[in-house]
């Protein structure tokens, strides 16, 4: 299994060399990772406060606005598979979505957090934690942009090695 080795894992779906049993575990993995960052991003962000008007609505916005990227991003990964297959687009969906997923979680997380720290670093740290603090992706709307367009980013990646491998590979025959 290819956990973050998203190139290498096109050119081994590209040959055909991904049995139905290793797909299955990509499949669980993707769960796993989902539920996980799932889970993360309500501890992390502060939970739902119903009286709080403001935060009802950032939070209805947030899930409007996660729908359409994942919406706009599977159609886009759909539109990139149908250039040059007819079938398995579930397959790289599967397969690819462990490692960008992981991709999402260590560059996203550990990415973010360096450039916030080279921020207050560089600035004064009073000043920017405001711009910091609305920009947080445990805020609900920065989040989800953030995190989703990170994802289908590295799901498109997948998408189009993926292509890339399947033309050389036709090419040579």
Known sequence: MYFW???????????????????????LGVFIVSTLINYAYAFIGEPPNYRDTDRDISTALALA???AVDVAGFILLFNVHSQQCSNGFL????????????????????GLAGVFMAISFVFDA???????????PARPIP??????????MYMYRGFSNFNE?????TSES
């Open 5 to 27: 080795n998203i190139e290498k894992l096109a050119e081994k779906l590209a040959n055909g060399a991904i049995s139905e049993s290793e797909k299955a575990r990509y499949l």
């Open 126 to 136: 009073e000043r920017v934690s405001m711009a910091i603090d609305l920009l947080s």
């Open 65 to 67: 606005i996660k729908i």
């Open 165 to 169: 491998k399947k033309i050389a590979r």
């Open 91 to 110: 397959d790289k969906v599967v397969c690819f979505g462990l490692p960008a997923a992981i991709r999402t979680v260590v560059i996203g997380w550990f």
């Open 143 to 152: 989040g989800v942009i953030y995190f989703n367009v990170l994802y289908f």
